[in-house]
DNA sequence: GAGATATATATCAAACCAATATATATGATT
DNA sequence: AATCATATATATTGGTTTGATATATATCTC
């Protein structure tokens, strides 16, 4: 699903400015499964309007730069749910905090202890802030994407508490200096 | 975390190819949690050799390509662990699935259904996948990263059975035609 | 015998990411 | 009052990554 498509859904929740885009995938309600830079958004917009699936009006303001609010145009809206309909890619999830946790045995104890700390403090401000949101204005799939995601986080905080002994009490160096296990990989090991 | 380091990282656990390394993404010990494509990985281990962080053994093979097989070297080793002790970047999740679960109102009540079934499917053979993997052989981080995975994949799994219904059941298509829902954007609501 | 899958490397265009530049306002800290 | 950080807002750039494809053969299934 590229960033083209994200935009248009972007703009289903209202006219929005690339910056509001941004922060719908940063803060807002996209974050959780997804995101988007500047570097893909501006770009985006700028294809989906010479292909008259969006519009923009410009509003010169005082001091800033000119605020340019994009809308979804019918077959904008058309084209987003021709997407939807298509079968979805495989979810990607890439986590610099479990390689990490991975490798527990090549880091120090201390620099895990610090990963730990920055991840279950991560998983409960997210589950938090998931929390505080009024449920009421959103209806189906809204809040059932919301409440996965609080489920998710939720879930994820409770297990590194209860799996904390086993990471940081159990902790010992790899004592291999030479970096390998095995003298070959063995794959799967259903191979 | 580029591909270059996390070459790196999967030749800490054996000698590999690159063919190998990208097995190991794609269904091995890595899937879970970072993935990376052939694209990606020849040239990351093309890079690697030239700065001397791994060596290579080519064999040649009867009726097939030469086998390049990848070793660690120590300097390789060494940048690895430095790598890991650097402050780790935001987890990163993107699922195709949950957009078109939270989009539920603008696709047909058959597609939002086939959308749920292939994902608890997936979810389901995932958890299966690492509840089928012996454990014994591995130890710290590597129990626990698997363990992690293995109670996400479970709660996935569960929160779509336990919240079908809200899905499904209460299903009911968006209304509007014109593809908004509030002439401007509100962001997340706490700005 | 056809077709699909597995082994194995490699390349390429299109897409994407992280960082930076520009310019100003506001709020916090010293 | 000055400094710093954060927020608003658009835009670009270099480097990396993705997804698809090409090549060549073996094996397994229908």
Redesign the interface.
């Known amino acids: ?1 590229d960033v083209k498509t ?1 935009c248009l ?1 972007a ?6 400015t690339g910056y ?1 885009i941004h ?2 995938f940063d ?4 974050g ?4 988007a830079g500047y570097g893909s958004i501006y770009p985006a917009l700028g294809a989906l309007l010479k292909a008259d699936l969006v519009t923009v009006v410009q509003l010169a303001q005082e001091k800033r730069p000119d605020k340019k ?1 994009y ?2 145009t ?1 077959s ?2 058309a084209l ?2 021709k997407a ?2 298509e ?22 104890k201390s ?1 895990l202890q ?2 730990y700390d ?2 279950l403090c ?1 998983f409960q401000t997210q589950a938090e802030k998931l929390r505080s ?2 449920i009421q204005n959103f ?7 919301l ?2 995601g609080l ?2 986080y939720e ?2 905080s409770a ?1 590194l508490v209860e ?1 904390q002994g ?2 940081l009490n ?3 160096p790899n004592p291999m ?13 259903d191979d």
Do not use: W
């Open positions: 699903m994200l859904g703009l289903t929740l209202g006219d929005a509001e922060k719908m803060d807002g309600p996209f959780q499964f997804y995101d609010v809308s979804l019918p904008g809206l987003f749910k939807l309909a079968p979805p890619a495989k979810d990607r999830f890439r986590s610099d905090h479990i390689v990490r946790l991975f490798f527990a045995d090549y880091m120090s620099d610090a990963v920055s991840y991560h949101i009024d209806r189906n799939g809204r809040t059932f994407a409440q996965m489920r998710f879930t994820m297990f799996n086993q990471l159990d902790y010992c200096d030479d970096g390998t296990e095995q003298t070959r990989n063995q794959g799967t090991g």
